[in-house]
């Protein structure tokens, strides 16, 4: 089992950055891939970012590209994803997730954080 949880939502204006971070415990050492998600009301949840557990390749949306970073801390066992130039489209409620290996799905979800971005 692999326990996700994340943190670092809020409230920001229309142009402001914040920094999520997910924690990961559990059997981590099976973790393949951490990816975020995210989920507006009334809308389907849609890729954000994901990063290799171990952190050599990343892959971003095309929402998210120039505006975000993923990034790993091995020590920490945490993913962050820091996001910039934030627009009211960007409001919703991220989640992280982990893929094991030999997975193609993401079988591990936290909670979810609210991000809500004020015009």
């Known amino acids: 089992q692999v326990q996700l949880v994340e943190s670092g939502g809020g409230l920001v204006q229309a142009g402001g950055s914040l920094r999520l971070s997910c924690a990961a415990s559990g059997r981590t050492f099976r973790i393949d891939r951490v990816g975020w998600f995210r989920q507006a009301p009334g809308k389907e949840r849609e890729f954000v970012a994901s990063?290799?557990?171990?952190?050599?390749?990343?892959g971003y949306a095309d929402s998210a590209k120039g505006r975000a970073t993923i990034s790993r801390d091995n020590a920490k066992n945490t993913v962050s994803l820091q996001m910039n130039s934030l627009k009211p489209e960007d409001t919703a409620l991220y989640y992280c997730?982990?893929?094991?290996?030999?997975?193609?799905?993401?079988?591990?979800w936290g909670q979810g954080t609210q991000v809500t971005v004020s015009s």
């Open positions: 990063i290799w557990w171990s952190g050599r390749m990343t």
């Open positions: 997730a982990a893929r094991l290996e030999g997975s193609v799905e993401y079988q591990y």
